[in-house]
């Protein structure tokens, strides 16, 4: 896979678990947990499991006779979930591409990814390969975005890179919260011969202990650091700096709350 996930290497992920995971990812990965089908030594797969806040919720669920097989496809994310998660005998991590997945068809008896199909470049293909390995009548479970209208933070976040760099600036965020459509993601997962296709609007809040923490995590967290670096001019620091002011207008810079929006799909293999 090439694209914007192969991004996330070097001090990335630290980055993006300390800054970003308790404060955006976090309340999701909690809510894909309770929403995971349970059984007597059910497998499980997860890609784009990134640093393992999602892996851990599907542990805290599942029972002792289950598996849960957690993928990405950066070596970077694996590192920190491993750290993350710590050792658990229904655990393994394993490097893999969601477009390509080394598993035998009809494997596992539910599929899990979060935030991960806004990277995909090739999303049919990843959505096929999903169908592909789980047993007829396993549970797809995948959440997306919305779009910036619905995420004020990443909407400020990217005006503040316009406003930093006006005659080119680092387009990451349209990657992730440029995915947002029901309509879409439904035709996706039923052109995949999937059915039962359930895709439904849930609300959170991200809240971080401060807007200066908040906003490392969204610039040195993502490639947003790398793409700065690349155009120089202006540094990451200035940008840590200008996006805390404005996340402190939207929702305080001590601790700060800011409102959040995701699609939830759930589908049936």
Not at 5 to 19: K, M, T, W
Not at 171 to 193: K, M, N, V, W
Not at 213 to 227: D, E, K, S, Y
């Amino acid at each position: 896979m090439t694209g914007p996930a192969e991004q996330f290497g070097g001090s990335i992920p630290h980055a993006y678990h300390q800054g970003l995971g308790p404060v955006i990812f976090e309340p999701y990965a909690l809510d894909m947990g309770e929403r995971l089908p349970l059984a007597p030594e059910m497998r499980v797969l997860e890609t784009a499991a990134g640093t393992g806040l999602v892996t851990r919720a599907l542990l805290a669920r599942m029972p002792a006779s289950g598996r849960l097989v957690a993928t990405d496809l950066q070596e970077g994310m694996i590192g920190v979930g491993r750290a993350y998660v710590g050792d658990d005998p229904r655990l393994e991590w394993r490097p893999a591409d969601a477009q390509a997945l080394p598993f035998p068809d009809a494997s596992f008896d539910a599929l899990v990814c979060q935030f991960g199909l806004m990277f995909f470049p090739d999303k049919p293909l990843a959505i096929r390969e999903a169908k592909r390995v789980l047993k007829p009548g396993g549970t797809l479970l995948l959440n997306v975005w919305d779009s910036f209208d619905r995420n004020s933070f990443a909407r400020i976040a990217n005006e503040t890179l316009v406003q930093l760099f006006p005659g080119d600036p680092p387009p990451f965020f349209h990657t992730p919260f440029g995915y947002s459509d029901p309509a879409t993601i439904r035709t996706l997962l039923e052109q995949a011969g999937l059915h039962d296709v359930r895709v439904e609007h849930v609300d959170k809040v991200a809240v971080s202990q401060s807007a200066e923490q908040f906003a490392r995590g969204l610039i040195l967290g993502t490639p947003v650091v790398t793409q700065i670096e690349a155009r120089g001019g202006v540094d990451a620091a200035t940008a840590v700096t200008r996006l805390t002011e404005r996340l402190g207008e939207l929702g305080g810079l001590t601790p700060h709350r800011s409102p959040m929006r995701a699609l939830v799909a759930t589908a049936r293999a």
